[in-house]
């Protein structure tokens, strides 16, 4: 039996020194395969499920702290700047080992959720633990698609690309399950985090006992189908530790990598707005309850998983990936047109949304899981001993993406912000006082003032345009006119400073909202002359052939192996 660097056999099990000695010295059967592939799977929509919770409680949070919308928006771009220079830091996976960040970043994530997000006093402590929160997903974000990555052969990658990207999509889906199901009996927003905290941390415990990653001797070749095992294995016993000599982030920087990072993550501003503000675009512009826009968006995240796994199983079954891209993003900016389009028709029904939304979500899955798989092929390609390399350089260009949408939101949707801000109490006091609110509507602001400070001449006019403008008796406005004494002061300086801002902000918000929707079709438009750049080809037999050619290598080299033996 041989040996490999650092003292572990090759060719038989590992040997583990400690918890955090997570090497494979040999690549695993089907069977360990799954295992890992499925807690890289878990535990990826675990730490997106952390992520995203804060969503199905904003409101609450908002109004918690006090903060503005502009402020809480600026809450996530912090988190996502953090997290994509945190994804860069994660290259140093191919070093460190993946499996040990993504099973410390559960332990992290965990506690923060658990107890530092709840328990927090302030904007600036809440703040300051979202970004502890980001900078650990930004990390997973590389690590975790290079560990799928590691256990899934060329010939497969999509399949198991499409598991690890319902990470996302499926934490989505858990927000808005567990609050549509607990809000009403836990309307405190620290429950929702706790709840996530406690899964978070079981997780971790089920990472810790059971993920495994393969050494750097074995991962940093290219594999294309499981058939390379035992070359692969007869490989990495003459590699040393250090493998492959050079620079792994210049390699990295190249226009086959960067512009379709740049092109992927363009393609998903639509996505990740929805993650964030979709609950807040339909309460503002269509009126739903947090309770039916939540319900609305499951239809998104049940057709992105079911779009996922089909496009994966597919670009698989034909070998190819950028015709299904392509497909994929046609689909995509369909959807993306027609509901841009609806922003300001305000009688478009919810089944008219959920449709587009199956089709819009079935076709970003499509074009997104190929990427994956293109996008790791062209990685592997340049050097596939910087896979984690490759995916901290996306990482970070997607993060750095977010977070300059996420600034620029207010600044091209600024009525949003005045809605929230003060929408709410406006309608509030509006439901509280209605008929004041009336007369507050229909009399001039210096009669009221004038009648209200007991100039008779000024109550008979204000009485008269009550009466003519409301088509209600003398009697019935005099006594209308009475109750605005009811209304507090404060509640009437408000409605004075505000009720104007809030009626046009209602009035401009759906155009707001349909350039931004717009913005985001421009996004996703980008991703079809990046399709170019990827490695792979666009004939199902073209790649059949390469295959086969791939195989007969295989089958030389192990001869090959075999002879020198002898």
Not at 322 to 342: D, E
Not at 444 to 467: F, H, M, V, W, Y
Request: aromatic share 10%; charged share 10%.
């Amino acid at each position: 039996m041989s040996t490999v660097a650092g003292g572990q056999a090759y060719g038989g099990a590992p040997t583990h020194r400690s918890i955090w000695n997570r090497q494979l010295t040999r690549y695993p059967e089907t069977a360990q395969r799954t295992v890992y592939l499925g807690i890289t799977v878990l535990a990826t929509v675990v730490l997106y499920y952390q992520l995203y919770v804060q969503g199905s409680v904003a409101t609450k949070i908002i109004a918690h702290f006090g903060f503005t919308f502009t402020q809480f928006v600026f809450v996530l771009v912090i988190g996502n700047l953090v997290g994509a220079f945190a994804s860069l830091g994660a290259g140093l996976a191919d070093r460190w080992g993946r499996a040990n960040l993504v099973v410390g970043g559960l332990l992290v994530v965990g506690l923060l959720t658990l107890f530092a997000l709840p328990n927090a006093s302030s904007k600036a402590e809440y703040t300051v633990f979202f970004a502890l929160v980001s900078i650990v997903e930004g990390m997973a974000l590389v690590a975790t698609p290079a560990l799928i990555r590691d256990f899934s052969p060329q010939i497969g990658r999509a399949s198991a690309m499409a598991f690890w990207t319902m990470g996302p999509v499926l934490g989505s889906l858990a927000v808005t399950e567990v609050s549509s199901h607990t809000l009403v009996n836990h309307p405190d927003w620290q429950f929702q985090f706790r709840v996530a905290g406690i899964v978070g941390l079981v997780v971790f415990a089920v990472a810790a006992i059971g993920l495994r990653e393969l050494s750097p001797a074995l991962r940093d070749q290219l594999m294309v189908s499981i058939r390379d095992r035992a070359l692969i294995e007869a490989r990495a016993a003459g590699i040393s530790e250090k493998r492959l000599a050079g620079n792994h982030w210049l390699q990295m920087l190249r226009p086959d990598i960067v512009l379709p990072a740049l092109a992927i993550s363009l393609f998903l501003l639509l996505y990740y707005i929805f993650v964030a503000f979709l609950v807040v675009y339909f309460a503002t512009v269509f009126g739903y309850s947090a309770h039916r826009a939540n319900a609305l968006a499951n239809w998104y995240w049940i057709a992105n998983v079911c779009g996922l796994l089909a496009a994966g199983l597919l670009s698989d079954r034909i070998r190819v990936r950028k015709p299904v891209m392509i497909v994929g993003t046609g689909l995509s900016l369909i959807a993306a047109a027609i509901f841009a389009s609806r922003a300001t028709h305000p009688t478009t029904s919810y089944h008219t949304f959920a449709w587009v939304f199956v089709l819009g979500a079935v076709g970003g899955g499509t074009a997104y899981v190929a990427w994956m798989a293109a996008f790791t092929e062209t990685v592997e390609k340049v050097n596939p001993a910087a896979t984690a390399t490759g995916l901290a350089v996306w990482g970070w260009i997607i993060r750095l993406v977010v977070t300059v949408s996420f600034a620029l939101l207010p600044v091209v949707v600024p009525a949003t912000s005045t809605l929230v801000d003060k929408g709410t109490r406006v309608s509030q006091i509006v439901a509280t006082y209605p008929q004041q609110v009336q007369v507050l509507g229909v009399v001039d602001p210096a009669t009221l003032t004038a009648a209200g400070a007991g100039n008779r001449g000024a109550q008979a006019k204000a009485i008269t345009e009550i009466s003519t403008k409301l088509n209600v008796p003398i009697t019935t406005a005099a006594a209308r006119l009475a109750s605005v004494a009811k209304v507090p002061p404060a509640d009437l300086a408000f409605l004075s400073a505000n009720a104007a801002k809030v009626q046009k902000a209602q009035a401009d918000n759906p155009g707001q909202w349909q350039t931004w929707w717009w913005i985001c079709f421009a996004g996703q438009v980008c991703l079809i002359p990046a399709t170019f750049l990827l490695t792979g080809r666009w004939s199902p037999r073209k790649a059949r052939e390469d295959e086969a050619e791939h195989e007969a290598m295989v089958q030389r080299e192990l001869a090959a192996l075999q002879t020198a033996r002898t």
